[in-house]
C-alpha cells in the first residue's frame, strides 16, 4: 500500500530565507507527483505537477525534484516571503489513478 | 470564471441526521472526487467517478453515500451510519486521465456535529 510521508511537520524561518520541503513515499510505480498549497480553512491549490519521467518542474520561486527511484521528492523555495505561509502538501498518484497525500508542512514565514 | 464551487461553507449535524454536501463544477471535467480531512493529517478518498450515472468507493466509503445524475454536480451525503463525521471535505474535478492535468479543488465544507 502507498504510503506518503512529509518532513517536517512544521517549519518556521525567517522572511527571505531559501528552504527546502521533504516528501517521500514507498511504491515507486507512481504515474506523477504533485504539490499542492493549502490556506487555512481553504481548498488546494496545485503548484507543480512531475510526471514519473520528468526529474524537476520549475514555477517561479518554486522547484520541486523527483527521484522515483529513490522514492524522494523535494520542493524548494526560494527567498520566502510571509505570503508563503500555509500548509504545502504532496500527492503521488498511483498506478490505479488515485492520489495518495502526505500529511502536509505547516510553513510560517517571519516577517 | 470556471470553477468548483461547494456549499454550504459550514454544516451542523445532529445525531442520527443525513446531511448533503453539494459540489458543482463547471470545467467540463468528467471526474470528480470527494475527500475528507482531519486536522493535521492528508486527504483521504472517499468516492470517486469517472463519468456521470457510474462511481467507486474510496478508501473511506463506510457511512457515506454520493449520485452522479449530472456532470456538472457530485452530491456527498454524510449518513447517521458515520460514526465519526466530523471533519473538512473537499470536492476536486478532472479529465479522466488524471496523469497530465492535475486535480481542481473546491473551498471545502466543514461538518460540525451538534
Known amino acids: 500500500k502507498q504510503e506518503v510521508t512529509q518532513i517536517p511537520a512544521a517549519l518556521s524561518v525567517p522572511e527571505g530565507e531559501n528552504l527546502v520541503l521533504n516528501c517521500s513515499f514507498t511504491?515507486?510505480?507512481?504515474?506523477?507527483l504533485q504539490w499542492f498549497r493549502q490556506d487555512p480553512g481553504k481548498g488546494l491549490t496545485s503548484l507543480l505537477l512531475?510526471?514519473?519521467?520528468?526529474r524537476e518542474q520549475t514555477s517561479g520561486r518554486l522547484n520541486a525534484s523527483l527521484d522515483k527511484s529513490s522514492g524522494r521528492s523535494t520542493l524548494y523555495i526560494a527567498a520566502s516571503q510571509p505570503g508563503d505561509s500555509a500548509t504545502y502538501l504532496c500527492a503521488v498518484m498511483d498506478s490505479s489513478y488515485k492520489l495518495i497525500f502526505g500529511s502536509g508542512t505547516r510553513l510560517l514565514v517571519r516577517p | 470564471d470556471g470553477g468548483i464551487t461547494q456549499s454550504p461553507k459550514y454544516l451542523f449535524r445532529k445525531e442520527g441526521q443525513n446531511v448533503t454536501l453539494s459540489c458543482e463544477q463547471n470545467l467540463n471535467h468528467d471526474a470528480m472526487y470527494w475527500y475528507r480531512q482531519d486536522p493535521g493529517q492528508g486527504l483521504r478518498l472517499i468516492y470517486y467517478?469517472?463519468?456521470?450515472?457510474?462511481?467507486q468507493k474510496g478508501d473511506i466509503a463506510e457511512g457515506y453515500s454520493v449520485s452522479r445524475e449530472k456532470k456538472e454536480s457530485f452530491p456527498l451525503t454524510v449518513t447517521s451510519a458515520q460514526k465519526n463525521p466530523t471533519a473538512f471535505y473537499l470536492c476536486?474535478?478532472?479529465?479522466?486521465?488524471?496523469?497530465?492535468?492535475?486535480?481542481?479543488f473546491g473551498p471545502g465544507t466543514r461538518l460540525l456535529v451538534l
Open positions: 512531475i510526471q514519473s519521467s520528468q
Open positions: 467517478s469517472q463519468i456521470v450515472n457510474d462511481f
Open positions: 511504491d515507486s510505480a507512481i504515474y506523477n
Open positions: 476536486a474535478s478532472s479529465f479522466p486521465d488524471g496523469t497530465v492535468e492535475t486535480q481542481y
